[in-house]
């Protein structure tokens, strides 16, 4: 806060005065361990959320490719999507990402990023989460494509929906698009069981999990004088 950091200088913290960031002096010798939380500080998310799509379980096969988006109207400095729940037979399961959209990408394995692989048992009621390894970062108005797939022989292996609507989910931070359902159990297969394995205007079944980091907004500048050396205001 304000006072803690006059009444402390050592508090390693930003001061906002009117639209102008004051940053401590350099020369501060910070207290033990506030130097690693202000290291990290900028890389925690303020508030986490967890979308539930609608779940008609219309299809099972081997995979759901889709594109996200973090939304625009809200002061947000990113949306940080940290993993995804599906459900069905699952089996040897992996989840993969590529910037912007999945158009034109869908037998490209070198244009995507692997964010998680694992092997599962069978769990077709319950949600099974996959944690990625690493985050993804969305900037307001920034978009990314998500592939989830299912190496298990059959066409049981993952639950997904026809589409029904123009978003398969959308809150005022963050939305899921239909995208393509794919009947290779190899990923990014460009054979299926029966020809093409790509199905399009279908929708992800399951849950995605996604954190906020809100935008800092400046305090609007007041005409309190600041006895600096009292650390009393006035």
């Known amino acids: 806060t304000l006072f803690r950091s006059l009444v402390d200088p050592l508090v390693p913290s930003k001061i906002v005065y009117g639209s102008t960031f004051v940053q401590p002096m350099a020369s501060a010798a910070p207290l ?3 130097l690693q939380l202000d290291a990290v500080h900028k890389d925690l998310v303020h508030e986490s959320f967890t979308c539930d799509t609608r ?7 081997c995979g759901m490719m889709f594109d996200v988006q973090a939304e625009t109207g809200l002061p947000m400095e990113y949306v940080e999507v940290s993993s995804l729940s599906v459900r069905g037979d699952l089996g040897p399961l992996t989840v993969w990402t590529t910037p912007d959209t999945i158009r034109d990408k869908h037998e490209s394995q070198e244009e995507w ?27 307001p108005g920034q978009s990314c494509g998500l592939y989830v797939h299912s190496a298990l022989p059959g066409d049981e292996a993952i ?16 939305k899921v698009m239909p995208g393509l359902a ?11 069981f029966w020809g093409r394995p790509w199905r399009m205007n279908r929708e992800f079944v399951g849950q ?22 009292s650390t009393r205001l006035n």
């Open 159 to 174: 639950v997904y929906d026809n589409q029904r609507s123009r978003f398969t989910y959308q809150d005022r931070c963050f």
């Open 113 to 139: 990023k692997l964010l998680y692989s694992g092997v599962h048992p069978a769990s077709r009621n319950e949600m099974v989460e996959l944690k990625f390894t690493e985050a993804v970062k969305l900037r």
């Open 55 to 61: 779940d008609h379980e219309d299809h099972t096969f």
């Open 208 to 229: 995605i999990s996604y954190g906020v980091r809100w935008a800092c907004v400046a305090i609007p500048a007041i005409s309190y004088g600041v006895d600096r050396k």
């Open 32 to 34: 033990d361990g506030v």
């Open 182 to 192: 794919h009947l290779s159990n190899k990923p990014f297969g460009k054979r299926g």
